[in-house]
């Protein structure tokens, strides 16, 4: 099943169509567009030329080893990060165009710490989002039902809550702004196996209902496999493989063979038993 | 209740106002300028090094020397601008509170800032927070209760140097401590002492409530806290009931010992009489007496001859008493505008005095004398003699090398030498301890210590003024040498103490 790559995949997954390298259709233009990024550390780029286009509606998983780039080419989608060279364009607008906090507002962010703010209960840290931008609206309920949490956590802090918990609420607070574009960087990194895919499957839900495209940062690349349309592996700040699943999992360069083989050695390990 | 008591009590109300007064403002102001500051150095480390380097510089500089040094500071501030910037009393002493208010208001908001999580500043910035927001929304409210604890240090820290601004002229619970000190009245030291422990401890209970609201998010202790501050501060703004009315207000000054105390006393009777409302600066260093006598800080004081001599006109010939007088009236009229109003009739010079039966098994009676013996004796010299031209005119016209050489201060000195401490000791002429503890003062053969004619100084501003002068020239020869000793003694003897206001009543019985 992981097998040579020349072997074309008879049936590849629903999810995976239009996802592959340049195989975009010409009638329905790039969600997120990335050109030409290059972000330089000293005398070591993070990224290195980089370009990328993502349709709307779609699950994109970007993996790849420590230090390959990943976290910083989330990071300077909502410019939390300021490249060197290249343009983002979302929906069509170059990001620079708009003042950060404001892009910031349309985009969703969760990362592997959460960040809730310690001070302000469950439902404060929901509706901080909507009050930055002058709304009164509150979303609480509603974000935490969406997220499968019971209503009574409103009241709760945030040191109260179970690391799984948390994560629901940092989800509902992303999505507090109802944006259409969600980054997550290593969003269940730090959670246990169980409740890691627990959350990973929620989530995908989530982002069929709400008509979300995501870019989601992991290490993991089993979770990648399952959760993610279409699959980026980035090694020193290039694109080494881009994919569905089934096609990268068919992949023949020797690093992102490396990469896949782990979780499959693993899969036989297991059924050995 | 003992007078000492009752007088100290009477005295506390409004000191302890003028008290919290300077050390609330200061904090405030502190506060004011240290969140900004620390602000600024949490995001900037170009900032943070120097401020926090300068910040604990000023807090390496002695308290008692930061207000001082803040007198001659705004003195040459207020010539350079052509301003009229009161280099005495509530200004200089803010200023010099404030800046000692810096440091644990800037360095706690500096680690309270930097103390936040990352994750937290992250999820804030990626939320799409502007600097603004993340810092009233949850930098602030985050680092708050650290940010906290370091106002409530600097509240403590405040009150207790509030104790010095006296030394500047700015009344504070200090005037009971320093008055206390020098004229060893105890309970005046100690109600002094214990009132500013009780406000500083007030203060830090008030701002903890303040704080453990923060911390657990009960706004009624953060409400009751704070308002009970407010309260506070408001009532030490608020202007005493009955200080309006009076006529016109003159300041008469007073340096840090009895003999001032109690002059300043009898000249504040004198003018009440003619109707004036007075207000004393106690506790004056020695040159900032004139130096604001000048500047017309303070209307009217008592300096002596050959301070006046050495110190404002830098002068280190020795003239007789009536030779300097003339020229001191002639020359402080013209470099300064200040009057010369008289001698009081009394003079305190400078003497070395010695215990009598030490003196005489050493078979020592003047200076000249002392060159010998010196080797082997202990000299005890009050504050600032060692550093005084006096000091330079003896040794260099006697050749002294003392075994040892040590400073106390006024009270202690006489301490010293009856028990053995000091072989020999600074001494005033006019003190009354000398007789009451057989002193002998060592006779002057080489003239090597000028006069100390006791004067009566005007501030510009008044020697024009008839009535004031008028009320003040009864004074012109009045005091005679043994009734100042005497008096001295009433306030500085331990048994059947007077205060400086009963012995003024004594030695001029027709003040008022």
Not at chain 2, 137 to 143: D, H, I
Not at chain 2, 467 to 490: C, D, H, K, S, Y
Request: hydrophobic share 45%; net charge neutral; with cysteine.
């Amino acid at each position: 099943m992981f097998s040579d790559r020349r072997t074309p995949s008879p049936n590849p997954s629903p999810l995976g169509r239009g996802a592959g390298r340049r195989a975009l259709m010409p009638s329905e233009p790039p969600f997120l567009e990335i050109e030409a990024l290059t972000k330089r550390h000293g005398a070591r780029a993070a990224l290195d030329n980089l370009s990328l286009s993502v349709l709307a509606g779609r699950f994109v998983a970007l993996v790849g080893p420590s230090g390959s780039g990943k976290t910083t080419l989330l990071k300077s989608i909502n410019r939390l990060v300021e490249p060197d060279e290249g343009t983002i364009r979302i929906d069509g607008r170059d990001v620079r165009e708009v003042p950060a906090p404001e892009l910031r507002h349309g985009i969703g962010y969760v990362i592997q710490s959460i960040g809730l703010f310690p001070h302000m209960n469950i439902a404060e840290n929901i509706d901080i989002v909507p009050r930055l931008t002058g709304s009164r609206e509150s979303r609480a309920a509603e974000l935490l039902e969406l997220v499968a949490l019971p209503a009574e956590m409103a009241g709760r802090y945030p040191r109260e809550l179970s690391g799984g918990q948390q994560q629901r609420v940092g989800v509902a607070r992303a999505l507090a702004a109802r944006p259409r574009l969600m980054l997550m960087d290593e969003p269940f990194g730090a959670l246990d196996p169980v409740t890691r895919d627990t959350l990973g499957r929620a989530y995908r839900d989530l982002h069929e209902r709400l008509g979300l495209t995501t870019l989601m940062v992991t290490h993991d690349v089993a979770e990648a496999l399952l959760l993610a349309d279409r699959i980026v592996v980035l090694i020193d700040g290039r694109i080494r493989a881009d994919g569905a699943p089934a096609e990268i999992v068919a992949d023949d360069d020797p690093e992102v063979r490396a990469m896949i083989d782990v979780p499959r050695r693993q899969a036989e390990r297991l059924a050995a038993l | 209740m003992s007078p000492a008591f009752s007088e100290a009590l009477a005295d506390l109300p409004e000191l302890a106002r003028a008290h919290l007064l300077v050390s609330g403002a200061a904090v405030l102001i502190g506060v004011a300028l240290g969140l900004p500051l620390a602000i600024l150095s949490a995001r900037h480390r170009l900032v943070r090094t120097p401020v926090l380097g300068l910040a604990g510089l000023i807090q390496t500089v002695p308290a008692l020397a930061l207000l001082a040094l803040f007198y001659p500071a705004l003195l040459i501030l207020g010539s350079a601008t052509g301003l009229a910037i009161p280099a005495l009393g509530f200004l200089p002493a803010l200023v010099a509170l404030s800046l000692y208010a810096l440091l644990p208001i800037v360095r706690n908001g500096v680690a309270a800032l930097q103390g936040v999580d990352p994750a937290v500043l992250e999820a804030a910035d990626g939320i799409g927070m502007t600097a603004g927001q993340r810092l009233l929304l949850v930098e602030l409210p985050l680092g708050a209760p650290v940010i906290l604890a370091g106002v409530r240090t600097a509240a403590v820290w405040t009150i207790g140097a509030a104790t010095l601004a006296t030394t500047v002229g700015q009344p504070s619970l200090g005037n009971l401590i320093f008055s206390g000190l020098q004229t060893e009245n105890w309970v005046r030291v100690l109600v002094g002492c214990a009132a500013a422990a009780a406000l500083a401890l007030i203060v830090d209970g008030l701002l903890a409530l303040v704080e453990s609201g923060l911390k657990r998010r009960q706004r009624w202790r953060i409400v009751a806290g704070l308002g009970a501050l407010a309260a506070a501060l408001a009532l030490a703004f608020a202007p005493m009931p009955g200080a309006a009315a009076g006529g016109e207000t003159v300041v008469i000054g007073a340096k840090n010992f009895s003999e001032q105390y109690i002059l300043a006393s009898a000249i504040e009777h004198r003018l009440q009489a003619a109707g004036y409302r007075t207000e004393r600066r106690d506790n004056l260093g020695s040159t900032v007496a004139y130096q604001a006598l000048a500047a017309g800080d303070i209307d009217v004081y008592v300096d002596y001859g050959g301070t006046l001599w050495a110190n404002i006109l830098q002068r280190t010939d020795n003239p007789p008493p009536e030779a300097m007088r003339a020229e001191l009236t002639r020359q402080l009229r013209a470099r300064d505008h200040v009057l010369v109003l008289g001698a009081l009739g009394f003079e305190n010079a400078y003497a070395l005095a010695m215990r009598r039966d030490r003196a005489e098994a050493l078979g020592v009676r003047t200076l000249d004398d002392l060159t010998r013996t010196a080797p082997r004796l202990q000299f005890g010299a009050d504050l600032e003699f060692l550093s005084r031209p006096e000091w330079r005119s003896v040794q260099s016209a006697y050749r002294l090398n003392f075994a040892g050489q040590r400073s106390y201060s006024p009270t202690f000195l006489y301490r010293a030498v009856t028990d053995g401490s000091a072989d020999l000791i600074t001494a005033f002429s006019s003190d009354g301890r000398i007789a009451a503890l057989d002193l002998v003062t060592l006779a002057d053969p080489r003239r090597a210590l000028p006069s100390y004619d006791a004067l009566l100084l005007v501030s510009p501003r008044r020697a024009g003024d008839a009535r004031f002068t008028g009320a003040l020239r009864p004074l012109v020869g009045a005091i005679p040498v043994e009734r100042m000793r005497q008096a001295n003694l009433m306030v500085d003897r331990d048994a059947d103490k007077r205060t400086p206001e009963e012995a003024a009543r004594w030695l001029d019985p027709d003040g008022r």
